[in-house]
Nanobody, 127 residues
């Protein structure tokens, strides 16, 4: 059974930084691309970033490009999201997810491209 557990969320002032982690277990982490999504209050879940299994291909939502960095450590079965220059509009629950094998990383911006999800971690950015 694949399990994804996010951590690292919290309350931060605008302009600050946080690093989210996603610990994976129960599967071959290095064999799958991974993504981050977020859901803000009253809004739909939205794509944040995706990374291929070898970290060669990485894509970001325009809203976070230049501020967020997705990375992974396959030896530790862990996915990361470094978030810098945080804005109040980044406030959301952040989720990590495992990309379905066979779907191109470049095409994996929809939630239906992922099969396993974590429970989420809350990020709140105060102004």
């Amino acid at each position: 059974q694949v399990q994804l557990v996010e951590s690292g969320g919290g309350l931060v002032q605008a302009g600050g930084s946080l690093r989210l982690s996603c610990a994976a277990s129960g599967g071959t982490f290095s064999a799958y691309g991974m993504g981050w999504f977020r859901r803000a209050p009253g809004k739909e879940r939205e794509f944040v970033a995706v990374i291929s299994r070898s970290a060669v291909n990485i894509y970001y939502a325009d809203s976070v490009k230049g501020r967020f960095t997705i990375s992974r450590d396959n030896a530790k079965n862990t996915l990361y999201l470094q978030m810098n220059s945080l804005k109040p509009e980044d406030t959301a629950v952040y989720y990590c997810a495992r990309k379905i094998s066979g779907i191109s990383t470049a095409q994996a911006m929809g939630a239906d491209s992922y099969d396993y999800w974590g429970q989420g971690t809350q990020v709140t950015v105060s102004s």
